[in-house]
Each structure stands twice: as C-alpha cells, then as structure tokens.
C-alpha cells in the first residue's frame, strides 16, 4: 500500500513516515531529504538548487519528479512508498499519478497532518536547534509556511474526495498521531 504524508512545514511528517515505514516495511520517499543529499554531494543537481533550497523556496518540478521517477519504478519498492514532501503542487500530484498508473499501482491511503502556523513556527525554531537546517531560520518559516498554503494546500482538493483520505490533528503529540494512523491500516 502506498502513503501519502500530508501536511505543512513542521507538520510531524518525517516522524510519522519513519513509524509507517518500520510499521510495513515501507520505504521513505522524502524529497527533503534526497535534496540535501544531492547537496551534501555537491552533485550537479545540489549546485542547482542549494539557493532555493536555503531559501525556502522551491525546487524546480522537473528535479523533483525526475528523482521520484526512479524509486517509483524500482521494482523492490513497488507498493511499499511511504511519500513524505511529495506531492507539493497539483502538477506534482498529476505527475504522481501518471507515474502510478504507469508503473501499475495507485495511491492507497493519504493522512492530512493539519497544524496550525503558529504550531509550525515553534516546532521549526526548536527543529532548528536540534538539526541545524539552514532553511529552519525564523523568517524562512514564515516564507516555508506561506508557500505552502498557496501552493501545497490547494493538492488537497485532489485527494480529499477520496475515501482513503483521512484527516488528523497534527498538533497532538507523536503517541497521539501515531495511534490514529494505526487505526486506518489494517496489517
Ligand atoms: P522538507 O524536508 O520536506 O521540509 O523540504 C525541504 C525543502 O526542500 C523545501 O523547502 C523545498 O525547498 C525542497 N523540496 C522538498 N520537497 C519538494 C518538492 N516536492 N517540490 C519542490 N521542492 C521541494
């Protein structure tokens, strides 16, 4: 079954991909993460975006979906995609399903991690000290927020006539989170 992890900057999606992917077996698609990989390489995709990327902005769709592309079509991974950062736009969630219908599966189940911009900003101040990202700084947040309401918040609309589509409280605590997404996975 594959996973969609939905929710703003902050929202608890990382926490929760780690648990589904312990949980199924499943695999971790972050975009965030495979980004600052290409970074930590200094790969010629990392010199590409690492401005954006600082500054809260971005990265080009064809980057994003091109790096998808091969864990979709990776034959182990088939149906065990716990995505968590993507989709972020409506063109990343239509090119998600083309890419699905493709390589013959589908989107099982997407979990709406709603919180709060004031929640978000907190969470990402303390994040900051904890990880030392550098888009975590305090005005990047507001800007990481603000995109995301304009851009990413409108992808709901995609999914959320669907009856897989579950929305949760994602200012409760992890525990909290965790033990309602347990209840809509049966295994
Ligand atoms: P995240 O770790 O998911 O918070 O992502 C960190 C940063 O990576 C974002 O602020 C964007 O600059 C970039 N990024 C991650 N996923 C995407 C995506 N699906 N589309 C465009 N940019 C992305």
């Known amino acids: 079954m594959n996973i969609i992890l939905f929710g703003p900057p902050g929202a608890g999606k990382g926490t929760q991909s780690k648990y589904l992917v312990n949980k ?15 970074i930590k390489k200094d790969s010629m995709i990392g010199k590409k975006i690492i401005n954006n990327m600082n500054d809260g902005k971005f990265v ?3 980057i994003v979906n091109e790096l998808i592309k091969n864990v979709i ?18 063109s990343q969630a239509k090119n998600l ?17 709603n919180v709060n911009k004031d929640t978000v900003i907190k969470r990402i101040e303390k994040r900051k000290i904890l990880e030392n990202r550098s888009d975590d700084d305090s005005n990047t947040i507001v800007k990481r927020y ?7 918040r409108p992808v709901l609309e995609f999914y959320s006539k ?3 589509f579950h929305e949760i409280d994602g200012t409760l605590e992890i525990e909290e989170i965790t033990r309602k997404i347990n209840t809509f996975i049966n295994v």
Not at 24 to 38: A, H, K, P, V
Not at 77 to 85: E, P, V, Y
């Open 97 to 113: 399903d083309l890419l699905l219908t493709s390589s013959n599966q589908k989107v099982g189940i997407v979990f709406f991690l």
């Open 146 to 152: 603000d995109t995301y309401m304009e851009t990413t």
């Open 60 to 62: 080009k769709d064809e």
């Open 24 to 38: 199924l077996n499943g695999f971790q698609i972050s975009t965030g993460d495979m980004l600052r990989d290409e």
């Open 73 to 90: 079509f990776d034959p182990l991974k088939k149906n065990k995609l716990i995505f968590d950062g993507y989709p972020r736009s409506i």
């Open 162 to 164: 669907n009856q897989n």
